[in-house]
């Protein structure tokens, strides 16, 4: 899974060098990210696919549904204390099955929990720094989706990994990022070679590529 997505973002960052003003919009990054990602995870294997029961929809009795496992827009199951919006901008859900293989999942007459309330594997959140913003508002929004990540991992993952990738792409500008960046650590990195399973945040630009740590 990891090294899929890895190979995915990858895509994104160069699509998105090639031309950053392609991308007005927060939204166009995550259509085009989802994309990528579908076609990455478009194998028979990587498909969540089940059998409907009696107990479920008529119309849908004895029928296997299957659908890919990536996915916009995901709810991510905030507790009503959380502080942060319910959805995540792209997950990578779990591909649940019962031990005997046969994907038996009774379906609800309306939203069901294995569509709706899967546990989330991998999760993305995007942000897009535009021609007159400012940087740091931006990158502060990108430390609150790490808090996000944390919250759905102390809270609903507890034991099991999460793979949680906080990207802030930034549009061409004549300051220099690495300065505005003084009071952090980071990393300047050629790839994504370094990626692994827990929260990852990324600043993209037209030429650089930073991996942001914890304040000193």
């Known amino acids: 899974m990891l090294a899929k997505i890895k190979c995915a973002i990858e895509e994104m960052i160069e699509a998105f060098r090639e031309n950053p003003f392609e991308f007005l919009y927060e939204s166009d990054v995550r259509a085009c990210l989802s994309c990528i990602l579908h076609k990455k995870f478009s194998s028979e294997d990587?498909?969540?696919?089940?059998?409907?029961?009696?107990s479920g929809p008529k119309f849908l009795f004895g029928k296997f549904v299957s659908?890919?496992?990536?996915?916009?827009e995901y709810p991510s199951k905030k507790s009503k204390l959380s502080l942060f919006k319910k959805n995540f901008d792209i997950v990578v859900i779990d591909r649940w099955k019962i031990d005997d293989n046969t994907h038996l999942i009774k379906l609800a007459e309306k939203k069901?929990?294995?569509?709706?309330n899967r546990k989330i594997k991998a999760a993305i959140e995007i942000k897009l720094c535009q021609l007159g913003d400012t940087f740091l508002d931006k990158f502060n929004e990108m430390g609150k989706d790490t808090c996000k990540f944390r919250e759905y991992r102390d809270t609903i993952l507890k034991n099991e990994s999460l793979?949680?990738?906080?990207?802030?792409?930034?549009?061409?500008?004549k300051e220099d990022i690495k300065k505005m960046l003084s009071g952090y650590h980071w990393k300047l990195r050629k790839s994504l070679d370094f990626l692994k399973e827990g929260i990852t945040s990324l600043v993209i630009t037209e030429s650089e590529l930073l991996e942001v740590l914890d304040k000193p």
């Open 46 to 54: 990587d498909q969540i696919s089940m059998k409907t029961t009696e």
């Open 163 to 173: 793979i949680g990738l906080a990207l802030l792409f930034v549009q061409p500008r």
């Open 67 to 72: 659908f890919s496992p990536v996915k916009t």
């Open 112 to 116: 069901n929990e294995f569509f709706w």
